[in-house]
């Protein structure tokens, strides 16, 4: 770490958008590299502040906001955006060894690798420990093998969150295993999947007879679901919009081809609408829309306005209770999931009070710019990615208040003697 990068936090007090201001004015160079700029903001713990030091600062949502509006006042680019920062680098501060916390974190927070989530197959969505994709162990490496499916970020991903069965003859809950997956592996096949949006931000992955170390287990061999469970929490927390990060439109990783390109290009840019959240900002929108339409005075926009202002309060201020530790329930991602879906809906719905007819035009000729109607298409699939909204009740019901458990197989059965789809266990 460079002292001029390191001058932000370095006295106590003060203040902090003064410090963060004058830390950008003496770093944020439009025309460095990408590359070069993440890593200035991964040396000073602002990549991704809310991680504890010495990888972040150990900062909550407030400050975090604090960092976001210093980026954009800059006019500079935010964080190197993905399932890498989102998932994988939370996920391996907490399970992994201090060789694979170095191995693995550095490189998310500066954007050098770009990662995805192989945990969904075609027969194993909602219920993921019924995965079947497999991996035999030879010697010093894993011999993987199966399919997933919905991987996020597949096609331009340098390495993957695999979750594969490592011992078919435990109970399915157990015999899994998380690695820290090669995707430049020989046998990986990545094809994108076209969404309603017309993007492809969703992959189906094939996996036959790919190699991965046993040094790349992250967690204990077998206890993959113990792990698997922390970055599940992460994600539905932040698809609930508890992380409060500005993220580049520029993406990180090798494959992409943006780490050497000038930084300056991607201000201004956004991301494309892959976590089909909403926030503030889609609040602002529809107010500006409402307005300049003539429809703010309209009792029930008005009323729907306020509704999802509320909404996103109580976001905003659940996520701020789930950091007490004293008072944590172990359901809070899942309500922070439950709780964005739910706004997610109202905003839908109210963008198309709001434009009406104008909500069926999207491109050349959209009377907007086509955020409203990418987050209307888009909304369905918050809803189910990350467990559908219908699981996150089951496992609050069950796991949070003590309700009785669905009917279904004795726990302890075997994952091998359970019911199957065709598989070569």
Known sequence: MSERQATVGATSGGDLRAELDAWLANNWDPDISVREWWQRLASAGLSNPTLGEPYGRGWGRSETRVLVEAVRAAGAIGSPAGLGMLLAAPTILEHGTPDQIERFVPNILNGTDSWCQLFSEPGAGSDLAGLQTKAVRDGDEWNVSGQKVWTSEGEHADLGMLVARTDPESPKHRGLTWFAFDMAAEGVEVRPLREMTGRSLFNEVFIDGARVPHANIIGELNDGWRVTNTTLAVERASIGGSHGLAYAAAHPG???????????????????????????????????????????????????????????????????????????????GNLAKLRMTTALRRARSLASTILGADMTLWGADAATDGVLQEMTVFSPAPSIYGGTDEIQRNILGERVLGLPREPGPDPATPFRELPQNATSW
């Open 254 to 332: 090798s494959i992409a081809g943006h780490l050497d390109e000038p930084a300056g290009a991607f201000r201004g840019k956004r991301l494309p609408l892959a976590a089909g959240g909403v926030g503030p900002g889609t609040l602002g929108q529809l107010t500006s829309e409402a307005r300049q339409r003539g429809r703010a005075a309209d009792p029930v926009v008005r009323q729907e306005l306020a509704a999802l202002h509320t909404d996103l309060e109580v976001m905003r201020l659940s996520a701020m209770r789930g950091r007490q530790r004293s008072q944590r329930t172990g359901g809070e």
